[in-house]
């Protein structure tokens, strides 16, 4: 679901940027248009099913700025009157008459049709399955997993008639203060807490230190579960540019003098999708700037230990510099053991971990046990290092090897050296959009731009480095050549 307009480069302020003036207003004018469009719906002046003027086309006509209207838009699709359709725009949803009438007892009718969410968890294509964000079982292999669960059958259970340590099995967060110290961090056993999975620890995060009606900045183009996790708690969202070395600074300093944003949900490691570092140089900024503006931080690290030991210098983790004053961290282990292991945590000063275990005393009360003594078990004895740097180097030349033909076709991508992703665009004389719509036609799932960021757009898509192959590069190839003729793609069945 869109949330708010990409920056743009050029000159500043922007074309339908808001004056200080209209963004003081900027709350009266969305709960405007709101109250509007709900009111012709109501009135039936528009139908179910008909177009909404473009964002825009509607912030031209009002001259206003598109972050208005696209704020008020989603807002229309929350309360239910409106919704999304990617690459196409907003359209008056077939349950607007429904609502704030009682609900009426429904047959379930099957699966409903695929969001995105599912297209990046369980797409399966023909080609690859370049849409999903895991590595193949046979990059992760089973031995260390499986040597784990060998090691913890033979010795004596731990007390599972019990409940655990609320911020996670102590072995394990001991564990982990010495991990993030490889990495430049310094943490202690109480500040961490382990969760289910990094998006567990974002959910209980936004759950616990945020509310709705707050704006929260994001990276544009961002990971999928950053936006969705806000928007599902009501959060306003305002994007600012991921850029080679991190975000536009110069675009997040302008959005946090206008409307004082709560906090920013980033990554200095392999950014999802980008796969781009954050220079040490722009870290220090980006600290500066949120002291200014009193925000904190969220640096999702979830791909981190994909990076080699050899380029940490090339970037820098929040917390390293931080120490946690504004900076909260999460990591993940689902990315390099496996998927369904679900094991993340979260790291933060006392005040915010207060809370922090407040509220997961009433959600999930703590982590998995056994989830805990596996990964404590990988990172102590397990040879989680070791594996973690053969994907490290089998990501590294596969995507070597992925960027030449990316090329050698005429196509765009940034060279990172590491990580999971490739993002790849054929070139700004193609009709991207077009191209993946093509391509999803014959059943070839791609994860394309409109699924990280705002704009109604698809020029760029993310692919796995892992999961893409040369016959998903003939199929695109095949799509553009084929763009535009009757008969549809050249070379597709």
């Known amino acids: 679901m869109p949330a708010t307009p990409k920056p743009k480069p050029g000159p500043r302020p922007q074309k339908n940027q808001a004056s200080p003036q209209a963004a003081r207003a900027s709350g009266a004018l969305i709960d405007r248009i709101f109250d509007?469009?709900?009111?012709?719906?109501?009135?039936?002046?528009?139908?179910?099913?008909?177009?909404?003027?473009?964002?825009?086309?509607?912030?031209?006509?009002?001259?206003?700025?598109?972050?208005?209207?696209?704020?008020?838009?989603?807002?229309?699709?929350?309360?239910?009157?409106?919704?999304?359709?990617?690459?196409?725009?907003?359209?008056?949803?077939?349950?607007?008459?429904?609502?704030?009438?009682?609900?009426?007892?429904?047959?379930?009718?099957?699966?409903?049709?695929?969001?995105?969410?599912?297209?990046?968890?369980?797409?399966?294509?023909?080609?690859?399955?370049?849409?999903?964000?895991?590595?193949?079982?046979?990059?992760?292999?089973?031995?260390?997993?499986?040597?784990?669960?060998?090691?913890?059958?033979?010795?004596?259970?731990?007390?599972?008639?019990?409940?655990?340590?609320?911020?996670?099995?102590?072995?394990?967060?001991?564990?982990?203060?010495?991990?993030?110290?490889?990495?430049?961090?310094?943490?202690?056993?109480?500040?961490?807490?382990?969760?289910?999975?990094?998006?567990?620890?974002?959910?209980?995060?936004?759950?616990?230190?945020?509310?709705?009606?707050?704006?929260?900045?994001?990276?544009?183009?961002?990971?999928?579960?950053?936006?969705?996790?806000?928007?599902?708690?009501?959060?306003?969202?305002?994007?600012?540019?991921?850029?080679?070395?991190?975000?536009?600074?110069?675009?997040?300093?302008?959005?946090?003098?206008?409307?004082?944003?709560?906090?920013?949900?980033?990554?200095?490691?392999?950014?999802?999708?980008?796969?781009?570092?954050?220079?040490?140089?722009?870290?220090?900024?980006?600290?500066?700037?949120?002291?200014?503006?009193?925000?904190?931080?969220?640096d999702d690290d979830t791909y981190g230990d994909l990076l080699p030991r050899s380029r940490l210098g090339e970037t820098a983790r929040l917390a390293a510099l931080d120490h946690f004053e504004r900076v909260i961290h999460i990591g993940s282990f689902s990315k390099t053991v496996a998927p369904a292991l679900r094991s993340g945590f979260l790291v933060a000063n006392s005040q915010r971990m207060r809370r922090l275990m407040l509220m997961r005393s009433v959600s999930a009360i703590h982590s998995s046990l056994l989830t805990d003594q596996i990964v404590h078990h990988l990172l102590s004895e397990g040879g989680y290092e070791q594996h973690c740097e053969k994907l490290q180097k089998k990501l590294a030349a596969r995507g070597k090897a992925l960027l030449a033909k990316i090329r050698a076709r005429g196509w765009q991508a940034a060279e990172t050296g590491a990580g999971m992703y490739l993002w790849m665009s054929p070139g700004e004389a193609i009709d991207g959009g077009a191209v993946w719509r093509a391509l999803a036609a014959y059943g070839v799932m791609v994860a394309n731009e409109s699924i990280f960021t705002s704009e109604m757009i698809e020029s760029h898509v993310r692919l796995n480095i892992a999961r893409t192959d040369d016959a998903l590069l003939d199929r695109i190839a095949a799509a553009i050549a084929g763009i535009g003729g009757a008969a549809g793609p050249a070379g597709m069945p």
């Open 36 to 298: 509007d469009v709900r009111g012709r719906i109501e009135n039936r002046a528009l139908a179910v099913g008909e177009r909404l003027p473009s964002v825009r086309a509607m912030a031209a006509s009002m001259d206003i700025s598109n972050e208005t209207v696209l704020r008020a838009y989603d807002k229309l699709v929350a309360a239910g009157y409106l919704e999304a359709r990617r690459g196409s725009g907003f359209y008056v949803s077939p349950e607007a008459l429904q609502v704030g009438k009682p609900a009426s007892p429904q047959r379930w009718n099957g699966p409903p049709a695929q969001n995105a969410w599912d297209h990046l968890l369980y797409s399966r294509g023909p080609d690859g399955d370049s849409a999903l964000g895991t590595l193949p079982a046979e990059w992760i292999g089973t031995e260390v997993l499986s040597g784990a669960l060998r090691s913890l059958a033979a010795r004596p259970p731990a007390n599972l008639s019990e409940y655990s340590d609320h911020r996670g099995w102590p072995p394990l967060r001991e564990a982990l203060v010495a991990k993030l110290r490889m990495a430049g961090i310094d943490a202690t056993p109480d500040q961490i807490m382990t969760t289910a999975g990094g998006a567990d620890a974002l959910n209980l995060v936004i759950w616990s230190l945020l509310y709705q009606g707050q704006y929260v900045v994001v990276e544009e183009p961002a990971s999928f579960i950053h936006t969705q996790r806000l928007l599902a708690s009501g959060i306003w969202i305002l994007r600012v540019q991921r850029l080679e070395d991190g975000p536009d600074l110069e675009r997040l300093a302008e959005l946090c003098e206008q409307y004082k944003p709560k906090a920013f949900l980033c990554s200095s490691v392999l950014q999802n999708p980008t796969s781009t570092n954050l220079s040490p140089r722009k870290a220090h900024q980006l600290l500066k700037l949120a002291e200014q503006h009193d925000m904190w931080i969220v």
